[in-house]
């Protein structure tokens, strides 16, 4: 075959794409996180890069090396991620919150390591929630911008991990979510992905599972 289909459907178009897992320090040795390592959203840049998007991707702790030929941001924190994706959607067709983002974050960081000498044998954090940074992209898009949401669900039931799913569809106001499962030994940092993906409605506009780059392309094909 000659002719390769895919090369340039995105010739010109700007992508802004998060990806990792976003970390909240406790202190200055101490974070919480997540086990997002940053694959899928690093394997959604690579494939919009070689579709001729111009990619600015906003990595969050990534433990896999950068793309090639992409504009690469890198944030730790969930304000951090939230002010650089932000900044770069401004002039975006198309966003992919591809990234891990922690729920809540610590209320105080200690300028000081929190020791045992003074906790004793217990120790109480109290978090506050972090802001939605995808719904607040969904609700202050600018006009004719296509913004995606991933969903992290531990759901064993396929037909309740769709339902959910619709749900934090309609909740988020995003056009499209890629819904996926994570778990112990799934989703984050494996090189596989399973995925379904809902449109706005809530109806299943394609699903499959393949390498981290198939899935890539077929979520690209939808945005297409
Ligand atoms: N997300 C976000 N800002 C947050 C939390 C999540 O932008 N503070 C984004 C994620 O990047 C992802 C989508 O929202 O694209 C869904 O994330 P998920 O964790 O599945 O949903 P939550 O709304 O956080 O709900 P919960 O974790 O309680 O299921
Ligand atoms: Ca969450």
């Known amino acids: 075959e000659l002719v390769e289909p895919r090369r340039t459907d995105l010739a010109g178009r700007r992508i802004v794409i998060t990806a ?7 202190d200055p040795v101490r974070f919480l996180g997540n086990r997002s390592s940053g694959k899928q959203g690093v394997a959604l840049a690579e ?19 950068h793309p090639e030929r992409c504009d690469v941001v890198a944030v730790s924190t969930t ?13 975006a067709d198309v966003v992919i919150m591809a990234a891990a983002v922690a729920d809540y974050r610590p209320a105080e960081v200690r300028d000081s390591k929190i020791t045992k000498e003074e906790q ?34 531990t759901e064993p039931d396929d037909a309740l991990l769709v339902e959910r799913g619709r ?4 909740r988020k106001g995003a056009d499209f979510l890629v819904v996926n499962r994570v778990g112990w030994h799934e989703g984050f940092a494996t090189d596989e992905n399973s995925i ?27 945005i297409v």
């Open 196 to 222: 379904v993906v809902l449109a706005e409605g809530g109806h299943v506009v394609t699903e499959g599972n393949g390498d981290k780059l198939s899935v890539a392309n077929r979520i690209l094909d939808v």
């Open 79 to 91: 304000l951090e991620l939230r002010d650089a994706v932000r900044a770069a959607a401004a002039t």
């Open 47 to 65: 494939a919009a890069r070689s579709r001729g998007a111009e990619v600015t991707l906003i990595g969050a702790n990534l433990e896999v090396a």
């Open 20 to 26: 990792g897992g976003t970390r909240e320090p406790l």
């Open 120 to 153: 004793g044998d217990e120790l109480t954090l109290r978090l506050v929630k972090n802001p939605d940074i995808l719904a607040e992209l969904a609700s202050e898009r600018p006009a004719g911008q296509t913004i995606i949401g991933f969903a992290a669900e």
């Open 167 to 170: 749900a934090k569809l309609a």
